[in-house]
């Protein structure tokens, strides 16, 4: 890792170059600034960051992080050592997410291709909306999104890059209420019925977010009721459904979850779709978390049926680490449904005249003017692995959760709620004072306040990182996520041994 950064022209070794802070070397201060932070990156970030032997985290409570990072912006600019510093806090207190104990949220850990992409797109700071601006990733884009399809099952359609999952399932909404009602583009909510959406009791808060954002309205939603393993019931959204159209509403979407975020639930797409079909309506795949499965060929099977969908939601940031932020919608429409939708033909950037085919300009197929290329770093880290190396990551990650559950189950103090689906490992820890205390009248109100304590002491401690939440009629529990390659077993053996350590005095 000490080698990865910087390298001359020729392919020196760093520690082999002159001394970049000579003042006789000729380098503007920019230019030393950016070489002497990436050194700082790199070490702190890259190196410590990912050290197991290394804090997590580094706990300042707000006031005095505020100060230690000098927050205050001043007429004056400030010398290059004293930016340095700032440089080096930022990195230090921050969250390490890339450490193998992060298991906090649905992205961890780092793909170096990838964030070699990520390093390659902010130093071109290109803009993807057309192709005379942004020619490689126009191309790229096309590829990515082609081939992200072809895991859906789809040999043609269409997609788009989005700024993360939630953005892409507002999106899938609004494509099915134009595809409904077009006229909706020009007129507005005045033009439409009142319209409702469907989507599971555990599925993603995007859902509830779109509809307010699009004037569909919250009371829209129609929650449908879900099994014992939290997947969506097929035959309740049917009577659902029914119901709907019988109250004078029309049926605009159903929203199936593939890999749930507390549960990691997938539900049953093709049942579900056999619903859509009979009463016409979209059906929508928020896979931002779940997607990932379509790259093995072990563990694909839990989204069977995604290739009858209209469209799909899938986040590479999260367990394939492609880095924040990747998110792509994909449909299988190939009526140009995404431009029709969102463009505005503005004249100045989508020129009819130009001298190359203007259907290379993306740029109208989005709500965004402003988009990153944020399909290199997917495109570079799949074309570094290849497929067989992306499914590997994600049986690797199957497999360390089968040995988690496992070690789990043989120690005392640890409940697990559900038996994992995916990669979610939801549990409660029992301290000693509590086992064989269920009956009691606080019980439930003692185990609640368990997963906060022991969350807050790892934190401060740094010594790991794990989420929790209540569910339903379920009092706060843990729940564990596996992502990073550079999570071991022993890593599994460390955060059973440390939750102990710190809960079992509860």
């Known amino acids: 890792m000490a080698n990865m950064f910087p390298l001359s022209s020729d392919g020196q070794d760093p520690a082999e170059l002159p001394d970049l802070n000579d003042p006789l070397m000729d380098h503007s201060e920019g230019q030393l600034f950016l070489n002497e932070a990436f050194k700082i990156i790199i070490e702190e970030v890259l190196c410590k ?154 599925s993603h808060y995007s859902v509830k977010k779109g509809a307010a954002y699009l004037g569909i309205g919250t009371d829209n939603i ?63 795949v928020d896979a931002a978390w779940g997607g990932s499965v379509l790259f093995s060929e072990q563990h694909r099977h839990l989204m069977k049926g995604v290739a009858r969908a209209n469209s799909v939601a899938w986040n590479p940031h999260k367990l394939l680490m492609a880095g924040l932020q990747c998110s792509a919608l994909l449909l299988h429409d190939t009526t140009n449904l995404l431009k029709k939708c969102h463009s505005a033909n503005a004249t100045y950037l989508f020129q009819q005249d130009k001298f190359y085919d203007v259907n290379l300009d993306v740029g109208d197929k989005t709500v965004q003017c402003g988009r990153k290329d944020d399909c290199l770093k997917l495109w570079l880290m799949w074309k570094a692995v290849g497929s067989i190396g992306l499914a590997e990551r994600v049986d690797k990650a199957f497999n360390l959760v089968r040995y988690l559950v496992e070690q789990m189950r043989k120690r005392e103090g640890f409940h697990l709620l559900w038996e994992p689906e995916f990669l979610n490992v939801c549990f409660w820890f029992i301290p000693p004072s509590m086992r064989g205390k269920e009956g009691n009248a606080d019980y439930q109100d003692r185990l609640a306040n368990v997963a906060p304590v022991i969350k807050e002491r790892m934190i401060k401690q740094g010594t790991m990182m794990v989420g929790y939440q209540p569910l339903g009629d379920k009092v706060n529990f843990f729940r564990m996520i596996v992502i990073s390659t550079l999570v071991s077993k022993e890593d599994m053996d460390f955060f059973l041994d440390e939750i102990e350590r710190l809960g079992n005095d509860l």
């Not at 942004?134 to 990515?144: G, K, Q, S």
């Open 222 to 284: 129609v929650v449908v009721e879900v099994d014992e393993g939290g997947r969506l019931i097929p035959e309740d959204l049917e009577e659902k459904i029914e119901l709907t159209k019988s109250q004078g509403a029309v049926p605009l979407l159903v929203s199936c979850t593939s890999g749930t975020t507390v549960r990691g639930a997938f539900d049953p797409l093709d049942r579900i779709a056999d619903v859509c079909e009979k009463h016409t309506v979209w059906m929508h």
């Open 49 to 202: 960051g990912t050290d197991v032997k290394q804090k997590v985290c580094e706990w300042k409570e707000p006031e005095h992080l505020a100060l230690l990072l000098d927050l205050e912006l001043r007429a004056a600019g400030e010398p290059q050592q004293r930016l340095l510093q700032r440089v080096q806090d930022v990195a230090k207190y921050s969250i390490k997410t890339s450490h193998p104990r992060f298991f906090n949220q649905l992205f961890a850990g780092v793909d170096y291709h990838a964030l070699a992409g990520r390093f390659l797109s902010e130093a071109l700071n290109t803009n993807l909306y057309t192709y005379e601006v942004a020619p490689v990733f126009v191309l790229i884009e096309t590829e990515v999104l082609r081939s992200l399809r072809q895991l859906v099952g789809w040999t043609e359609g269409d997609g788009v890059f989005c700024p993360g999952g939630s953005t892409c399932n507002m999106f899938a909404m609004n494509l099915a209420r134009y595809r409904l009602f077009p006229e909706v583009k020009s007129q507005g909510l005045w033009a439409v019925p009142r319209l409702t959406i469907f989507t599971s009791a555990e």
